[in-house]
């Protein structure tokens, strides 16, 4: 959520921000904001003024009383009635204005960071960096919806019948390969720094309020029917909103947290091969690094984020790219995004299979996040979260570009985790 000070401080480079990201309404957006700033300090101004005035009739009554004077003491309790009437009135008024404010900013996206470039589609994103060796395969080569049928690996079919389609059950060696995959992705973590957390699933409103998902991304979660609660669609939503309503000390920082969860999204539904097989799903396990910084370490703490995902993705053996998306394609509450994408040479297409992004403030305005510094003053802290990665499309890439004639080779660094060295028929 962006900050009411900020947007009257720089009224030109918010204006300019949200015209970047296709907002073609950006400066009454913004003029309504500080409107609506206006009257919340006018009435709270009138509201501080009327509770004094009713505070000082309220001492000259005590002094009426002890002189006697019950007239005019009576004359004066009818007054303060009136006055208590009036804040009672200017107290409804001023939460109305509060509530109004605050929705007005929960649906105003972050303002993209100087270094976003300009766009309004993924063709517009920038490719950075380019890395790994493409797979040489036979003609023969397949796609890996074609290869767990192979292979005996997964079954959507089942999963139709039990959940519904998007709900892919793993079997066998590729229920191993799914755990070697996780546990690979978290110890690689633990060894640089993380602390694990296991998260709940289920997330309320105010949690889902305080990342940003509501109410951008309202209709692509799965909500509890009578409920607040919510399925999340990463584990940054639970990591994230346990510093909700916190202060941290400075000496606490950074904070690195990695967490392993299922995701839920409500995002199939298209037909073709994006959207065919692993890529894209209703149900998925990913493996999520967040990070609490002070705003001085943010962006060296991104370009950490991002050099550890691409030493993950590299050490699979995986042809990859990094994209820095252009700010029509940037997420709601991301103020810089790179997307992490891998070859998978059976379909001959680039797959994400990361998104690692810095919210600056945003987040921790909505969470209410500070740090206390060593001077003693509070500060917002920034937020940022990365994929470490998300498995089905890692797991697709894996298997259309390891595959021969006979087997599925396995990617060194999980031989350890799986037990084995290749799938084969």
Not at 367 to 375: A, E, F, I, N
Request: proline residues 4%; aromatic residues 8%.
């Amino acid at each position: 959520m962006l900050l009411v000070a900020n947007i009257r401080e720089q009224f030109e480079t918010y204006k300019a921000g949200l015209l970047k990201r296709g907002i073609d309404n950006a400066e009454g957006l913004l003029l309504d904001i500080i409107d609506q700033d206006n009257q919340r300090k006018t009435t709270q101004q009138s509201l501080d003024d009327t509770l004094a005035q009713a505070n000082q009739l309220a001492k000259q009554i005590g002094q009426l009383m002890k002189s006697g004077e019950t007239e005019a003491a009576d004359k004066i309790k009818r007054e303060t009635a009136t006055l208590k009437g009036k804040s009672k009135e200017l107290s409804e008024r001023l939460l109305s204005i509060e509530n109004a404010l605050r929705i007005a900013l929960y649906n105003i996206p972050n303002i993209p960071n100087t270094a976003v470039p300009s766009g309004k589609t993924e063709e517009d994103n920038e490719l950075i960096k380019q890395g790994g060796e493409m797979p040489t395969l036979s003609d023969k080569a397949a796609p890996h919806w074609d290869l767990i049928k192979t292979y005996d690996l997964i079954d959507f079919d089942l999963g139709n019948k039990v959940t519904g389609a998007g709900f892919p059950f793993y079997k066998k060696r590729g229920a191993r390969l799914v755990r070697a995959m996780i546990n690979y992705f978290l110890d690689q973590a633990l060894e640089k720094g993380y602390e694990e957390i296991q998260t709940p699933v289920l997330v309320n409103e105010d949690s889902g309020y305080g990342t940003g998902q509501l109410p951008d991304k309202e209709g692509q979660m799965y909500q509890l029917e009578g409920t607040n609660y919510y399925l999340i669609p990463t584990a940054e939503v639970p990591i994230t909103n346990m510093y909700r309503d916190s202060i941290l000390d400075e000496t606490q920082l950074p904070v690195k947290n990695v967490g392993y969860s299922s995701c839920f999204r409500r995002e199939a539904g298209s037909w073709g091969s994006h959207v065919r097989g692993l890529n894209r799903l209703h149900q998925f396990d990913k493996v999520e690094v967040v990070h609490i910084t002070k705003e001085e370490d943010s962006y060296d703490t991104l370009q950490q984020m991002v050099d550890y995902v691409e030493e993950l993705v590299s050490s699979l053996g995986l042809p990859y790219r990094i994209l820095r998306l252009c700010a029509g394609d940037l997420g709601f509450t991301s103020a810089i995004t790179y997307d992490f994408e891998v070859y998978a040479a059976g379909q001959e297409k680039w797959l994400e299979v990361s998104s690692v992004s810095n919210f600056e403030s945003y987040q921790a305005n909505r969470l209410k996040l500070r740090y206390k510094s060593t001077s003693g003053k509070k500060k917002l802290a920034h937020t940022l979260n990365g994929s470490a990665l998300a498995i089905p499309r890692i797991l697709a890439a894996v298997l259309e570009n390891n595959q021969s004639e006979y087997e599925i080779t396995i990617p060194e660094v999980l031989r350890p985790y799986t037990g084995f060295d290749s799938i084969r028929k």
